[in-house]
């Protein structure tokens, strides 16, 4: 049986336009001036910083070299964790004065709390950091999702696409893989998730359904059908 929601974000609850649309650039824009402001006084900013300088080669006394990197790597979509905790910063900003609002799709919306109210556990596991996913669900257009939610993973237990991430969410969730259902819209996240055991559904909101023998969802809804089954 199902006890546990795992679910990524861009694409799944909330759409990868809202993330590539607003809020990459936004980072892009107001992320120098944060920077800059902050750099000195900010302890967590200039231990970011630092570790930006450690992975790029660049001089840590270089801010406009820094800045320069970070720029480069908002526009690669990098993994970088320096650059997803400073994203984070600014984001946070953004929402606290109103500028930015979370996307959650309607579906989503209603179906997460149906599911928490109805005894599941939530957690989320995306590419972006805890505090950007906090954001998001914290401050979105539908309300504040926090309260349905057990926990968040970012990429601090491993990239998505390996399956030892998976194990390490099993191990610090402390249950069977088998009660843990992984929705992601991409295959290989859950290609990685169904090594451990772990049951998936993909969702594909949009285009062409593919011929596959995974569970395809079009959206939360269809997933609850398969949680209703299970």
């Known amino acids: 049986m199902i006890r546990v929601v795992l679910t990524d974000i861009e694409g ?30 900010h302890p967590a900013v200039a231990e ?18 820094l800045i320069a990197v970070l720029q480069q ?13 400073l994203q984070g910063m600014v984001w946070a900003q953004g929402y606290q004065n109103g ?17 928490h109210d109805r005894g599941l556990r939530l957690f989320v596991y995306s590419s972006g950091s805890v505090e950007a996913q906090r954001l998001i669900f914290g401050h979105s257009q539908e309300g504040d999702f926090t309260p349905f939610f057990s926990g968040y993973f970012d990429t601090a237990v491993g990239g998505k696409k390996e399956p030892q991430s998976y194990q390490n969410i099993l191990a610090e969730l402390g249950v ?39 569970f395809v969802a079009r959206d939360f809804s269809e997933v609850d059908a398969l949680l209703r089954k299970r």
Do not use: C
């Open 176 to 214: 069977e893989p088998a009660s843990v259902l992984f929705l992601s819209d991409v295959e290989a996240e859950l290609d990685a998730a169904e090594v451990t055991g772990m049951k998936t559904a993909w969702l594909v909101r949009d285009g062409e359904l593919p011929g596959t023998g995974r």
């Open 12 to 41: 799944t609850t909330s759409s990868i336009s809202f993330v590539h649309d607003v809020l990459f650039p936004y980072a892009s824009e107001h992320l120098p001036g944060y920077i800059r402001g902050h750099h000195r006084t």
């Open 48 to 65: 970011q910083l630092a570790r930006v300088a450690e992975v790029s080669g660049v001089d840590d006394r270089d801010l406009d070299a």
């Open 99 to 115: 500028e930015l609002k979370g996307h959650i799709y309607p579906d989503a919306a209603d179906y997460l709390q149906r599911w």
């Open 73 to 85: 790597w908002i526009e690669e979509d990098r993994k970088e964790n320096a650059l997803k905790a």
